[in-house]
């Protein structure tokens, strides 16, 4: 039976201990699409100069790396709770010559360490399902946001087509959890995987987390046979600072 209620909480020590081999892991285990998924954030960002992006629940600072790479990217800042893997961020940030632009600092999704309307872009991607309270979390996003500033959320879902489904879920149950454990040395963390994908709300029903946090112009983009989706939000121009 499925745990309906997988804990978050100190989800971040997890992270520690299978820090070493995080990216390995995302990129053989997703066979490679955790990078092209991550590449179409760019896709959805804001049609302006000068973005500085607030990157929550960074990890090894992937997805700010990718971001870089966009004309329209100035600046930004990641932060997670995992020291491990921000010490791992850090020096791809230094390797990528963008030490100049992008910062990592411990920190909390549900209490960012960034002052109000001071983003233009917010993202995470595979955190929000993590994060023990997503209502919070959207509202520090929301709070973090300049007016009229977008909230980009990238996460697993669940494939609509039977067939895709049935294949996808053995494939997630009982192949990526053995392989997972065996090479990170934590069998737990690929369990908890699963898990929190399965239970997590996706689609419409996560639109509808947004919409009742405040965002407007909510949208998704199903990727891959709806393996992921990324999920888009902006904060509303009217809003009170």
């Not at 978050?8 to 020590?13: A, H, I, S």
């Not at 980009?152 to 895709?164: A, D, T």
Request: hydrophobic fraction near 40%; charged fraction near 25%.
């Amino acid at each position: 039976m499925i745990d309906t209620n997988p804990p978050r909480k100190e989800v971040w020590k997890m992270f520690d201990r299978i820090a070493h081999r995080y990216d390995f892991l995302n990129r053989s285990l997703s066979f490679g699409q955790d990078i092209a998924w991550r590449r179409k954030m760019r896709k959805h960002l804001p049609e302006r100069p000068e973005l500085h992006v607030l990157d929550l629940a960074t990890g090894t600072a992937d997805q700010l790396i990718f971001l870089a790479n966009d004309t329209r990217v100035a600046s930004g800042e990641g932060s997670d709770m995992s020291e491990k893997m921000l010490e791992i961020g850090r020096r791809k940030i230094s390797k990528a010559g963008l030490q100049d632009r992008f910062t990592l600092k411990t920190g909390d999704a549900l209490q960012v360490p960034a002052p109000d309307n001071s983003a233009d872009v917010v993202t995470i991607s595979f955190g929000i399902r993590n994060v023990e309270s997503v209502p919070e979390a959207m509202q520090e996003m929301i709070r973090v946001l300049k007016p009229g500033g977008r909230a980009l959320i990238l996460e697993f879902s669940l494939p609509g087509n039977r067939v895709m489904r049935g294949l996808y879920l053995f494939y997630f149950r009982h192949i990526l959890p053995r392989i997972g454990g065996l090479i990170s040395g934590d069998p737990y963390a690929y369990r908890y995987l699963n898990r929190t994908v399965e239970t997590f709300p996706y689609g419409e029903a996560f639109c509808d987390w947004m919409r009742e946090a405040g965002f407007e112009s909510v949208r998704f983009r199903s990727l891959t046979f709806g393996i992921a989706a990324i999920y888009q939000g902006d904060k509303p121009q009217n809003s009170v600072p």
